[in-house]
Every structure is written in C-alpha cells, then in structure tokens.
C-alpha cells in the first residue's frame, strides 16, 4: 500500500455584500468571502491538501482564477473534480483535518453541516473528517475581520 500526505493553506478576503460560503455552508454574516469562485477557503485548502499529497500541482494550476468559467462557480463542484483527479491515479481518501481561523462569525454550530456536506461530495465517512475552528485572539488580518484562513492535512493511499 502506499501512503501519502498532503498540506493545504488558503485565505480569502472578507467583504461587505459578499455571502460568506464556508465548507459548502452558507453562513449569515454582515461579510462574505471574496474571490473569483464563490471563495470557499475550506474546500480550496482541501483541494490544495488532496493535490499535494498526489503530486498534481495545486487548485490554481488545475482551476485558474484567469479563466472565467470558474468566475462565481460554487467550490464543491472543483472538490468534487479533485477528488476525480486523485481516483484517476487510483487515491482514495484515508483522512482529512483542517482548521478555520476567524474571529467572527462564530462557525462551530455550522461544523456538523459543513462535514455533512464535503463528506458527500468526497464520497467519505464523516468520521474521516475533521473540521475545527479558532480566533486569532483578535491579532492579525483574521482578528481585525479582514479576512479567513485555512489549513489541512490529509493521508490518501492506493492499494
């Protein structure tokens, strides 16, 4: 068997009259993510673990904001293309944990519907996927609201 893993960081700026998509999840918020797809930092940090740990590049290699048919696309769908990719050269997911960070909005009741949701379109467990979540104790960028940030890990193997 071989076994492999991956890392993935993202981040997204937050802005007025934007909706704020996290983990597939709308999430009310006077501020929303903003970014060429619908700036779901969750899932393009998982995308970007997945592909490392194959050694397919990275999202913006595979999905590149300079082309429009990605403009406004809803991040679950080039989650679900990634997880293609990896099937292509015979991965599967093993596990994935990823972390938020963020002062507001508070995002851990969402976390149940957020693993719900990426489970379903990666075709995994939900057990096999850990969502966290924590301020920056108000230092930095994701402290002052100005933006979010992602991190993961992942282990996919092939038989």
Do not use: W
């Amino acid at each position: 068997m071989k076994v492999r893993v991956g890392f993935g960081f993202d981040v997204h700026q937050l802005a007025d009259g934007e909706d704020f998509i996290l983990g597939g999840v709308h999430i009310p918020h006077l501020k929303g993510t903003f970014g060429h797809s619908d700036a779901d930092v969750l899932i393009h940090t998982i995308c970007d673990a997945l592909l490392g740990a194959a050694n397919l590049r990275d999202i913006g290699f595979h999905f590149p904001p300079t082309d429009n048919k990605y403009k406004g696309i809803d991040s679950k769908i080039l989650l679900k293309d990634v997880v293609q990719l990896l099937a292509d050269k015979g991965y599967k997911i093993s596990n994935i944990d990823s972390t938020i960070a963020l002062e507001k909005p508070k995002v851990n009741p969402h976390i149940p519907a957020m693993k719900k949701v990426l489970a379903e379109c990666m075709n995994i467990d939900e057990d096999d996927l850990s969502i966290k979540a924590t301020t920056t104790e108000r230092m930095g960028f994701e402290g002052r609201e100005e933006g979010v940030s992602a991190y993961a890990t992942v282990l996919i193997y092939k038989d």
